[in-house]
């Protein structure tokens, strides 16, 4: 069965420009997660899905991100503008259940640099 | 006080020798514990989750310590592929909530 896929594996955008990164969790799977990794916070939860509807966006730096989740296989995580600190690792991850007790099954990950 | 605590390493270890790190959490009323291995440059992967009664699979051993609010990655005849990040993460208050560690680097050298 193919895993979580994400796009694009790696961003390099310029300050001010608008970045979206995709989602598509293993099907079957109602819980979805983005979260984003740095050298200096680690792994910082963003947003949590449970059946499309988002739970918990407490996690979301700013105005200036924004998730949506139109259907159970496609999610997007949007930044407008972005900017230099948000340069960083983001991943989707996905899981059956709440996810708090089971196995997160994490994508690749998209590597954004901004300029 | 970080809610989930480990040291950052990294931990420099020969090929063949036992390596244990270990990884402590502030919620006493936690319930859930997992490590994770994150290779360079890759997506974190479940290496095995902590039962109370401890959990071991092949030449890796997780404790749990209750009382005093760690759990502990044991891995034993290292080898050069167990290179990596090892992140443990706890449940937090909420049912969907994990909290991570910053992990910790673990090099075999040959």
């Known amino acids: 069965d193919a895993g979580v896929i994400q796009s694009p594996r790696h961003e390099v955008t310029e300050m001010g420009q608008e970045v979206t990164l995709r989602c598509k969790p293993i099907s079957g799977h109602n819980s979805l997660f983005w979260y984003r990794q740095t050298m200096m916070r680690g792994l910082e939860l963003l947003i949590y899905?449970?059946?499309?509807?988002?739970?918990?966006d407490s996690g979301m730096p700013e105005d200036r991100f924004s998730a949506k989740m139109p259907n159970a296989s496609f999610s997007t995580l949007k930044i407008q503008p972005s900017e230099p600190r948000d340069s960083a690792v983001y991943f989707c991850a996905s899981t059956r259940g709440a996810g708090g007790t089971g196995e997160l099954f994490f994508g690749e990950g998209s590597r954004l640099t901004v300029l | 006080r970080k809610e989930v605590e480990q040291d950052p390493g990294p931990f420099n270890v020969p090929e063949g020798a036992t390596v244990a790190f270990n990884c402590t959490y502030s919620n006493s009323a936690s319930q859930s514990f997992f490590w994770y291995r994150q290779d360079c440059r890759k997506e974190p992967k479940l290496l095995m989750s902590?039962?109370?009664?401890?959990n071991e699979d092949g030449r890796f051993t997780a404790q749990l310590n209750r009382a005093s609010q760690y759990i502990s990655l044991l891995i034993r005849d290292s080898k050069l592929s167990d290179s990596a990040t090892y992140l443990c993460?706890?449940?937090?208050?909420?049912?969907?909530?994990?909290?991570w560690g910053a992990g910790t680097k673990l090099i075999i050298k040959p």
């Open positions: 902590v039962y109370s009664s401890g």
């Open positions: 993460a706890v449940n937090g208050d909420s049912n969907y909530q994990l909290i």
């Open positions: 899905f449970n059946n499309n509807v988002p739970i918990d």
